[in-house]
Nanobody, 120 residues
Framework: QVQLVESGGGLVQAGGSLRLSCVASGNIFSINTMGWYRQAPGKLRELVATITTGGTTNYGETVKGRFGVSRDNAKNTLYLQMNSLKPEDTAVYYC??????????????WGQGTQVTVSS
């Protein structure tokens, strides 16, 4: 089992910045890729960014060039630096961790989410 706890959300004006954190606990040595997803009201959950244990990153098209994902494996912590925020970035942001299984599948774990609201 893996537990994920996010923090750092809040209210910010358009053009501002926020940094989200996600602390992992439990069976952390089994975690491979970690990432951030978000869900706005009435919309599907979408990819924000992922990062592997080796540091390879992947970003959703709408956040490329504005957001940066990083992880500190020694602190079991995942970060999301969000710059040049836009009102359309308003959503609940969820931390995600993947635990690989034999055969190529994986088990996803999710945090409880943290609200990010960007005012215009």
């Amino acid at each position: 089992q893996v537990q994920l706890v996010e923090s750092g959300g809040g209210l910010v004006q358009a053009g501002g910045s926020l940094r989200l954190s996600c602390v992992a606990s439990g069976n952390i040595f089994s975690i491979n890729t970690m990432g951030w997803y978000r869900q706005a009201p009435g919309k599907l959950r979408e990819l924000v960014a992922t990062i592997t244990t080796g540091g390879t990153t992947n970003y959703g098209e709408t956040v490329k060039g504005r957001f940066g994902v990083s992880r500190d494996n020694a602190k079991n912590t995942l970060y999301l630096q969000m710059n040049s925020l836009k009102p359309e970035d308003t959503a609940v942001y969820y931390c995600n961790a993947r635990v690989p299984l034999p055969g190529g599948n994986y088990v996803p774990y999710w945090g409880q989410g943290t609200q990010v609201t960007v005012s215009s």
